[in-house]
């Protein structure tokens, strides 16, 4: 296991700690989404954005006009990706929980300069694997439009929360039904524009995405 | 609608913005998750946890002895909750993009001293209506053990992305598949425990609640 810096060592329900790379890589691979938080003119703000990896570094884009962006840029910034999976219903209320994955990531933002049609191409394909050579070319002005940002994963931490209730013994014959209701994101039937071509090849999702 | 204040006018996309107070509360009670972003020791930091609304207040718990709710108590954090409900295929890369439903808000963590044990029943009756007078009475030790958090939804904003992809008139007859994804947190059977009383009525789980 990998040791955590002081920053990222859990103190609250260590047992649930994960610092290794392959645990922290496939939390972020799991989900799309992920939570910035950022100061802005001195004062916390969250960013929502999508959020993909390659290898020891995580993604994200939008405007080069951006506020969002501009004011993380060289800063230092806090990325959390999280999925919640289940909700854990015990005897009392005091015990109850959810199951869930999530990943810390402090460090500085970077914004990259280099090679970003390359990265915005590797989003496209780690969502939709094979969809980009099928797509309108990309123009130099959209990459121009377009800000890439990365953070480096060397500083993070995992949390991971399975299993059901743990309510203590004296508790457990309490006449209350006490189990789990998993919770899971589900993608549903694509739903093709009225002017989409009937034989095209209907899209792929690589939802879960294997490490790499 | 309700005015904006200069921090929560969005500037990107100003067509997505809503600031009514319905709007608001409605994306709020769609998830159970929220990010709040917060400082502790200069850095800026995410909390993930699970928030629930009562009124024109958005509220969160935690250990009497967590690091961030202490450190968040009487500073200024921004919370965000966000739900994401489809992928959108364009024709090109740029014009990609997600349907969502999204609130941030700013202000004050409020440490709540007053009717701790009250505001502990609405989060369990607002996950599970039904559920409390079922469950063992909580105790004096666990409502002292718990820290309450409350945030104020008065400087507040929405943004909400609908439709499909918006490609300009010159890509429309490119030969790709284009349309939506949708995407939806699947609620999954419940899985009792082993001594779960098979008597015992199952959960029920007013999973988008209802404003109030
Ligand atoms: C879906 C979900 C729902 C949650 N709901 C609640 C809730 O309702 N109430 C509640 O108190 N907590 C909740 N949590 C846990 C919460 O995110 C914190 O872990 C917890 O509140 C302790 O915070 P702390 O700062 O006091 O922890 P500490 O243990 O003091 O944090 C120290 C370090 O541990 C690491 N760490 C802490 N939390 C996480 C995390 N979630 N993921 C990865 N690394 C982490 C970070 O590097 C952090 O700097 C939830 C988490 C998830 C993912
Ligand atoms: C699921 C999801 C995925 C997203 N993916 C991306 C992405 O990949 N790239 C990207 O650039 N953006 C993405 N966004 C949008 C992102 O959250 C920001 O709105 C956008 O990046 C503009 O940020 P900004 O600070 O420059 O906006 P500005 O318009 O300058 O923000 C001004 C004010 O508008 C309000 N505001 C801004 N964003 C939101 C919001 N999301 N919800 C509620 N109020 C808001 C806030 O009060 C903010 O202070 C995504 C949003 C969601 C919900
Ligand atoms: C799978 C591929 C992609 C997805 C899912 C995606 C998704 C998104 C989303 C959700 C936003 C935020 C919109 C909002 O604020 O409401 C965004 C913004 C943006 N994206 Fe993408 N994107 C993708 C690929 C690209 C590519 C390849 C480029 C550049 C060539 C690009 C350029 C931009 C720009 C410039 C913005 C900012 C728009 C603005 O704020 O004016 N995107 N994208
Ligand atoms: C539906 C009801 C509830 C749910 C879903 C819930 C969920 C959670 C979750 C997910 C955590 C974080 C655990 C972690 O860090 O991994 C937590 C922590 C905590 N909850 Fe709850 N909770 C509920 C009700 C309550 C009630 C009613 C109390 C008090 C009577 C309470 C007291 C606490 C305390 C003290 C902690 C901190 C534990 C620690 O860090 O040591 N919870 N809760």
Redesign the interface.
Known sequence: MTEPSDRTRL??FPGKADYDAATIHAVIDAA??A?????MEG????L?T?AWREGTRVFWH??S???ALRAMAGQ?????V?T?D??V?A????E?S?Q?R?V?V?GRAEEVTEGKAAH??AM?ER??PG??E???P??AQ?VKA?KVMALDLSEASAKIATG??EDPEE???????????????????????A???PD????V?RWSLETD
């Not at 004062?43 to 969250?46: F, L």
């Not at 457990?172 to 039937?189: K, M």
Request: glycine share 6%; aromatic share 8%.
């Open positions: 103190r609250r799309p989404l939570h910035i938080a950022y100061q004062a916390p703000m969250v929502s999508l939008g405007s006009a951006s506020r230092p910034i806090c990325l959390s999280t919640l289940g909700l219903l005897r009392s209320a005091f109850h959810v869930f999530s810390m402090m915005l191409e496209v969502l939709f969809r980009w099928q797509l309108r990309m123009t959209e377009t059901g209730p508790d457990r014959a309490w006449p209350v039904w006490a189990g789990v209701i998993p919770l899971s994101l589900q993608v549903g039937e694509p739903q093709p524009e002017d989409s071509p095209a090849p209907p899209p999702l």
